[in-house]
Nanobody, 122 residues
Framework: QVQLVESGGGLVQPGGSLRLSCGFS????????????MGWYRQYPTKRRELVAT??????????RYADSLEGRFTISRDNAKNTVHLQMNSLKPEDTAVYFC?????????WGQGTQVTVSS
């Protein structure tokens, strides 16, 4: 059984920052479960879930991937000791308002968190 516990969402003014965190919880460690990727996706009302950022657990360097639309405003990082992935979001815009979902990719399945609301509004 795998659980992804998200935190850090909320209301922020345009230009502000938020940091989302996602903790991986299982009977076995993240490494023992074979997690190869973790990341964040977001979903707007009536739209499909879209990629925000991912980070690889297959290498020490933690290769990252970002949506082109972010223009360098977001940074994904991992804390191997705490089985946690963070998403630092800076210079937030109203169009970043969405539900953000954490994702973990394992060899045989993908898992999703419950989602956390991010609202950017004055």
């Amino acid at each position: 059984q795998v659980q992804l516990v998200e935190s850090g969402g909320g209301l922020v003014q345009p230009g502000g920052s938020l940091r989302l965190s996602c903790g991986f919880s299982s009977t076995y460690s993240l490494q023992a479960m074979g997690v190869h990727t973790m990341g964040w996706y977001r979903q707007y009302p009536t739209k499909r879930r879209e990629l925000v950022a991912t980070i690889s657990f297959l290498s020490d360097t933690g290769d990252t991937r970002y949506a082109d639309s972010l223009e360098g405003r977001f940074t994904i990082s991992r804390d191997n000791a705490k089985n946690t992935v963070h998403l630092q979001m800076n210079s937030l815009k109203p169009e970043d308002t969405a539900v953000y979902f954490c994702y973990a990719g394992l060899p045989d399945a993908g898992y999703w968190g419950q989602g956390t609301q991010v609202t950017v509004s004055s």
